[in-house]
């Protein structure tokens, strides 16, 4: 019997609005920093809202989905809503008590608060914040 080597690794995926605004790029620099930390994988918003079905069914999927919206606009809530994307793990960083400005240089203490509140999402959820695994790519064929 052949092994199934061709299961996600990843128990977390991260979803981030990258928006020209502060807040857009925080949700961004705090998914790429939880990410290098290993508390998920950040993965492509943009794949999601432009339908491309890996994207998508890798976002239905998975296990624990972290969504990270700059503000109440929620574009990244829409596009997972239009992709009939269960919504889970959902944080606006504006909501944080971060106002939304034009001023792109990032505060370091801004971008761990908006870290700390993703981790609190998947302990509130009753996940413990585990690191994604890892591992080697999957080399065998899909059938």
Do not use: W
């Not at 492509?44 to 339908?51: D, I, P, W």
């Not at 624990?64 to 959902?90: F, M, S, T």
């Not at 909501?95 to 801004?110: Q, W």
Request: charged share 25%; hydrophobic share 40%.
């Amino acid at each position: 019997m052949a092994q199934d080597c061709c299961q996600p690794k990843v128990t977390t995926m991260i979803l981030a609005c990258s928006g020209g605004s502060n807040v857009g790029q925080l949700s961004n620099q705090a998914a790429i920093e939880l990410t290098q930390e290993g508390f998920g994988k950040l993965s492509c918003l943009a794949g999601v809202g432009a339908h491309l079905s890996g994207f998508v069914q890798s976002a239905r999927d998975i296990d624990n989905l972290v969504v990270i919206d700059g503000c109440e606009v929620g574009c990244a809530k829409g596009v997972l809503e239009q992709a009939e994307v269960p919504l889970r793990g959902y944080l606006v960083i504006t909501a944080l008590g971060i106002d939304k400005n034009k001023d792109l240089n990032l505060k370091r203490e801004e971008i761990d608060r908006v870290k700390e509140a993703a981790r609190r999402l998947q302990a509130d959820a009753g996940e413990p914040a585990r690191p994604a695994a890892t591992g080697v790519a999957c080399g065998c064929r899909q059938r």
